[in-house]
């Protein structure tokens, strides 16, 4: 069974900091991807960043890359220089790709503020 | 560049009564899927479809039916809808592989 785990309810980061957003993964399929969404207030999913298994360096995205650690199954996701425009909610999912249809299995999201 | 298009983005229902949700794409995406998000679960897979003429049943299948007569679209219908079922919706479509995983921009559903 595939799982994604998102320790963090909440966080709190001041204008122009770095943060850094949990997400651990569990699956036994060799290939798979992992994803990143910001949820605004105003409700659309909004593709951030991705990383697929195999992939030999991290994901970067403009301000957002993805630190992704196979052995401990982890892929957070670290922001730089945060804006008053990244306060939001944050989803990581997981794609497997062995199978026929390959959902995305969501974690429970972490709400970030930013702060002035 | 329409990408996923969902319709109605708002809607109340009586418990009881039906509704089709439509979701639309124009990216030649073979897969679809309809999920629902609900307060601290994240999102959710309720059906999905691996090209037209072919549907399965999510994690969360009950009270919805489906169907993909065309590669474009992918109705969602509420048989009989019920409290439970107030939630947001999302549609989204997506190659086999790869990460071009698209949703709409959701529908929020509210049974009374």
């Known amino acids: 069974a595939q799982k994604i785990t998102q320790t963090q309810p909440g966080m709190f980061v001041q204008e122009k900091e770095a943060v850094t957003l949990d997400c651990t993964y569990d699956?036994?399929?060799?290939?798979?991807?992992l994803f990143w969404y910001k949820q605004p207030s105003s409700g659309e999913m909004i593709f951030l960043i991705y990383q697929g298994s195999y992939d030999q360096q991290n994901a970067t995205e403009g301000r957002y890359s993805l630190n992704f650690q196979k052995a401990r199954k982890s892929a957070n996701l670290v922001i730089s220089a945060s804006q008053l425009g990244d306060s939001a909610m944050y989803f990581c999912a997981m794609r497997e790709m062995d199978t026929g249809f390959q959902k995305l299995v969501f974690g429970t999201g972490t709400r970030l503020l930013v702060s002035p | 560049n329409a990408g996923v298009t969902q319709t109605p983005k708002f809607q109340v229902l009586k418990t009881g009564q039906s509704m089709t949700l439509q979701c639309a794409q124009d990216m030649n995406h073979e897969y679809m899927s309809w999920y629902r998000q609900d307060p601290g679960m994240g999102l959710r897979l309720i059906h999905y479809?691996?090209?037209?003429?072919?549907?399965d049943q999510g994690e969360v299948p009950n009270g919805y039916n489906v169907s993909r007569s065309t590669t474009e679209d992918f109705p969602l219908r509420l048989l009989s809808a019920a409290p439970s079922q107030t939630s947001v919706y999302f549609c989204a479509s997506s190659p086999p592989t790869g990460n071009g995983y698209t949703f709409g921009s959701g529908t929020r559903l509210t049974v009374v």
């Open positions: 479809s691996v090209g037209a003429g072919i549907t």
């Open positions: 699956t036994s399929d060799p290939s798979y991807g």
